[in-house]
């Protein structure tokens, strides 16, 4: 019969009060089976049963001890090898040994059968304590249902696992499109550079242009100049055959004037 609701707003299922139940059902049986174990054991054996564990924890403490007299056996022959042969020592291997714990720090609880076995066959002499088998079932199922709770965990944290892998590919696949977007971005800085070469070409070829119309002129000067020059060639001939004109023109006056004057004189001669 399932629980009654008790509140329809914080528990609307039940699940938590059936929870509660279970938990303090669970409790009770443990008491009980707690109180049958010791009420069933004699002082003697529960004496004897404090001796066995002293005797286990001895028994450990000595192992522990000839473990550790066996690592300083190894690490003396090791220290003995290295003084046989021209090695080195450097006693990191020393270093590095540790203690270890068989059970990983853990406590365990052993069932130690001795002290449970039955000591007469024809009677209940064993020191079990006694169980129903009601109370067995509602043991064995909390248990299970125990069981399922740590699949549900490990389920979840299986779950976890293949999500955060999943992310991690996701961070992956973001960082492939950032690539990507710089690789566009750097597409397009090329593009850019390309443009701005075709502009460079462009203004090269205007300036070629310019050049060669500049070359145009400076060979319209020099055409000019070379013309000039014959100008002036011609110029400077005719003004040097001007002069030489003019020294003949002067040259044949004094001729004539010479002539004259002599004439004058022979002239003048003869009438005296």
Do not use: C
Request: hydrophobic share 35%.
């Amino acid at each position: 019969m399932p629980p009654r609701k008790k509140n329809p707003i914080t528990d609307p299922t039940g699940e938590k009060a059936a929870t509660k139940a279970t938990q303090e059902a669970d409790k009770r049986v443990r008491e009980r089976l707690r109180a049958r174990f010791v009420n069933n054991q004699s002082p003697t054996q529960l004496q004897e049963t404090v001796k066995k564990i002293a005797d286990t924890t001895q028994n450990v403490g000595d192992a522990a001890k000839t473990v550790n007299a066996g690592i300083g056996t190894v690490t003396n022959s090791f220290s003995n090898i290295a003084e046989s042969i021209p090695v080195i020592a450097t006693g990191k291997t020393a270093q590095t040994i540790k203690s270890h714990d068989a059970y990983g720090g853990l406590s365990l609880t052993i069932f130690e059968p001795q002290n449970f076995l039955a000591g007469d066959l024809f009677i209940d002499s064993s020191t079990l304590p006694r169980t129903s088998k009601l109370e067995a079932d509602a043991i064995v199922e909390s248990i299970e249902e125990k069981r399922q709770t740590l699949r549900v965990v490990g389920a979840n944290l299986d779950l976890n696992t293949d999500v955060l892998k999943t992310g991690v590919k996701s961070e992956k696949m973001t960082q492939a499109a950032i690539d990507y977007g710089v690789a566009k971005v750097n597409t397009d800085t090329k593009l850019t550079q390309f443009e701005t070469a075709k502009v460079q070409y462009e203004i090269g070829l205007t300036k070629l242009d310019q050049t060669h119309e500049k070359l145009f002129h400076e060979q319209v000067t020099l055409e000019g100049l070379r013309n000039e020059t014959d100008q002036r060639k011609r110029f400077w001939q005719e003004k040097y055959a001007l002069g030489e004109s003019r020294i003949k023109q002067v040259q044949l006056a004094k001729y004539q004037l010479d002539a004259k004057i002599g004439a004058i004189e022979v002239e003048g001669e003869t009438a005296e």
